[in-house]
């Protein structure tokens, strides 16, 4: 074989094509990744009182995504129900209140007064205006009894 049997018109454009559809997999895969909501939920500290209207769970949500996301719902999950609890006070910083506008890798903290007691809750959870809920568990309530704890 010689360098002009190798350096077709046909093999050029056979090289051009692998290049060109392994490109478009490339881009498919990095734009998919890209366009997906990423919300880390985390549990800075608990506060339990053994009284409802005195716990405070602490949480700093984080958008991790590369734009603006809106968070419509903040609240808390009990351990004998499958749905969320209704009712719980969110206090947010400089008087925001939900739905909240996230932008790109910003993180908002807030503070959960729920209406049942600490032992009763098994998650926390955040959701977002495109339907997605991230849910987070918080410490067992034994090893969280009075002042705040690192979650």
């Known amino acids: 074989m010689q360098a002009e049997d190798i350096i077709t018109k046909d093999n050029i454009t056979l090289g051009v094509a692998i290049i060109g559809a392994a490109l478009g997999v490339f ?3 990095r734009d998919w990744i890209n366009s997906r909501v990423r919300v880390q939920l985390n549990v800075i500290s608990v506060q339990d ?3 409802s209207s005195d716990s405070f ?3 700093n949500i984080r958008n991790r995504s590369g734009f603006p996301i809106t968070i419509t719902d903040v609240g808390v999950c009990l351990h004998d129900a499958s749905d969320v609890v209704m009712g719980e006070t969110k206090f947010f910083p400089r008087g925001n209140h939900l739905p909240i506008r996230m932008e790109s890798r910003t993180e908002c903290k807030t503070t959960l007064n729920p209406l049942h007691k600490l032992s009763e809750i ?3 959870y955040a959701c977002t ?3 997605s809920c991230i ?3 918080i410490k067992a309530p034994s090893a ?3 002042g ?3 979650a």
Do not use: H, M
């Open 129 to 131: 205006a495109d339907g």
């Open 57 to 59: 769970i602490k949480l």
């Open 27 to 29: 881009n498919t895969c």
């Open 135 to 137: 849910k987070k568990k």
């Open 144 to 146: 969280c009894r009075l």
């Open 122 to 124: 098994k998650n926390v």
């Open 148 to 150: 705040w704890s690192e």
């Open 49 to 51: 009182t053994n009284q």
